[in-house]
Structure formats: C-alpha cells, structure tokens
Nanobody, 121 residues
Framework: QVRLVESGGGLVQPGGSLRLSCAASGNVFRINGGKWYRQPPGKPRELVAVISRDGETSYADFVQGRFTISIDAAVKTGYLQLNSLESEDTAVYSC???????????????WGKGTLVTVSS
C-alpha cells in the first residue's frame, strides 16, 4: 500500500516562501513522476506543476517563475518550493505521484490529502 503525505504548509506573509514536501511510504519501487495541484477557497482544483521521471518540468502560467518542483527519489519525496507568495496563492496544495509499487506491477497514480497554504499579512 502506497501512501502520500504532504507537509510544509502554513501561514506566510506576502512575499514569503514555503517548501512543501510530499513523502511517499509503503511499497515504492520507482517514482515515475509527480504533479502538484492546488484548490483555492471556493474555486476548482488547478494544476500547478509537473515533473517527469527524466526531470523535465512544466508550470502553470500563474507560477511565473516563482515555484520549483522537484523529486528526490532516494528519499521518496517530492517538493514544491514556493517563493514570492501572493494572497492569490492561498489554497490547499496536493501532490500526485505516479508510482510503480513492485518491479512487475503497473504504475498507478496516488494522491495525498493536501496541506493548506495561507498567504496573508
């Protein structure tokens, strides 16, 4: 059983930074890639960033160079570095990873429950 747990959210002032983590536990043979989503209050969920198994990254237009997605396969953890945060970045941030649990199993998508980021003065 694979489990993803996010951490690192909290209250930060505009212009501040946070580093979100997404730790995978259980049977994790290989992480094929990951994504971060966010859901602002009263709005639908939106894709924030994507990283492939090869390390290629892509970001939503609203990121504008402020966020960085990464994965450290050695510790089975994904990260989202958030810089120059704005009030509009307030949201629940959730991670999604495509994980191969065993050498012979098919990869599946797994989700964490999310971590709240609040940007306010």
């Amino acid at each position: 059983q694979v489990r993803l747990v996010e951490s690192g959210g909290g209250l930060v002032q505009p212009g501040g930074s946070l580093r979100l983590s997404c730790a995978a536990s259980g049977n994790v043979f290989r992480i094929n890639g990951g994504k971060w989503y966010r859901q602002p209050p009263g709005k639908p969920r939106e894709l924030v960033a994507v990283i492939s198994r090869d390390g290629e990254t892509s970001y939503a237009d609203f990121v504008q160079g402020r966020f960085t997605i990464s994965i450290d396969a050695a510790v089975k953890t994904g990260y989202l570095q958030l810089n120059s945060l704005e009030s509009e970045d307030t949201a629940v941030y959730s991670c999604n990873m495509n994980i191969k649990a065993f050498p012979t199993s098919s990869p599946l998508d797994y989700w964490g429950k999310g971590t709240l980021v609040t940007v306010s003065s």
